[in-house]
């Protein structure tokens, strides 16, 4: 007695085989691919579109551009979007602190008639990149300091 499990294979094998004889008849090859396969494929897919998409989407700024901003008293928010857990790695001096993951619920805070700058710990870390892709979306002025918390301490900038 064969189960449905059994029958399952034996078509898929059945109809290899005559994809396999075709491609020998008709001069082509057929190509197979796990389920596997074809998610990998999808995220390879999915993150090559998010590195396009970013780099126009989203305007970033140097660590000396906002120097001279806070140096100018340019009237700029300045938002650490890390997570709580990661408050001791330190705040760029007069920073707000709105994790990235609670902006949607608290873009009342911000004012959208001043630039808005993110930042996050490096510049490995996506999150000040994802805050201002969602700021500008909302409809502020906002850009990226990649270099974060970091890159900041790092130049013996003044930090709380």
Not at 58 to 67: A, G, H, N
Request: glycine share 6%; with cysteine; charged share 35%.
């Amino acid at each position: 007695m064969t189960n449905s499990k059994d029958l399952k294979t034996e078509n898929t094998d059945k109809e290899i085989q005559k994809d396999l004889n075709r491609s020998e008849n008709e001069g082509y090859a057929v190509m197979y691919k796990s389920e596997k396969d074809k998610v990998v494929e999808e995220i390879k897919e999915e993150n090559s579109m998010a590195q396009v998409k970013n780099p126009s989407q989203v305007k970033t700024i140097s660590k000396d551009e906002l120097i001279e901003k806070i140096e100018g008293n340019e009237l700029i928010q300045l938002v650490n979007v890390l997570k709580p857990e990661y408050y001791n790695f330190g705040f760029i001096k007069g920073s707000m602190k709105i994790p990235v993951d609670e902006l949607d619920q608290r873009l009342g805070e911000l004012d959208k008639n001043r630039e808005v700058i993110t930042y996050c710990a490096h510049y490995e870390c996506s999150a000040s990149r994802r805050a201002a892709e969602k700021l500008s979306a909302a409809g502020f002025n906002a850009r990226a300091y990649e270099g974060g918390i970091k890159e900041w301490k790092e130049a013996g900038l003044p930090i709380e």
